[in-house]
């Protein structure tokens, strides 16, 4: 019996060890179970968070992307009416950005703007223009009245004419004026192959970059000639005349002077800088104009300040 019960005993210490075992390693994994789920749970938090950081990133990314794709817009189609607050600062910066290059005597690229500041847009604008030069019997007359006034014009200038007459290029040029072209030959450019006339501007540009280090940004076509393949081809904006004084024709300043009687606002005026009566002409034009509230302008100024963007191949009258 003794033997039973200490067996039993025995027995029942070998449950309670055993049950007490069992329960250690059944607590044992229960912990072992909340560690691995507390793992899982903070493994799927950390993913879930690189998840949503790359989300975010590539969302703001591609606003980044949506804005610099409006601004190409604005910039590129900048007659194209964008109303947003934003576009109107680019606008403006773009503006000031082009004023500060004005004042640079040289622009880096040869694009070469002709702008003064300070001129008042409500105010009448005319612009001069004197083709077929340089000759300095007359154009250093017009320079001068030009510089009394400071008054700005624009001179359509006959490439191969530079070499003989070079000093008035560049005092035009120091003076503030447009310096354009009216080819190297004076050639009817509807008559020449594209080859040619793209020659023609070529010498034109490579001549008046020598002299003043810069090209010129307009043409006036010789003659006035003008077709479809110089529209397709000529890279610059071509200008037309509003008032032509016809002074080539007369050859006499009160003529001339009569012809201008009829200048208004936005006028772009034909003359000549080959003939004495023109200077003279001019020499009372200018004085006249300015009483009268007319600001003296370049091509460049006069659209400018009247909004005109002018474009390459197209003609252009008047900055009306
Ligand atoms: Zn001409």
Known sequence: MGYKGRNNKDESDIFTRESYRVRSIMSQRKR??????????????????????VLAFRLVNLNKKDKTGNDNVVEAGASSNSNTQNSDEKKKKKEEADNKEQTSTVAAKGKKRWLRDGLDPDKPMVALTFDDGPYTPVTSKILEVLNKYDARATFFIVGSRVPSYEDMVKQAYEQGNEIATHTYNHANLTKLTTKQMKEELRKSRDIIKDVIGCSFSTLRPPGGNINDNMRNNIKVPMIYWSVDTEDWKSRNAKSVLQECKVIQDGDI????????????????????????GYQLVTVDELFHYKGIKAEAGKVYMSGR
Do not use: F
């Open 32 to 53: 072992k179970n909340e560690l691995r789920a507390r793992i899982i749970l903070l493994s799927t938090g950390i993913v879930l968070v690189v998840i949503l950081s």
């Open 269 to 292: 005026v034909l003359m000549h800088d080959l003939y004495p009566s023109t200077a003279e002409a001019v020499q009372k034009l200018v004085p006249r104009l300015i009483k009268k």
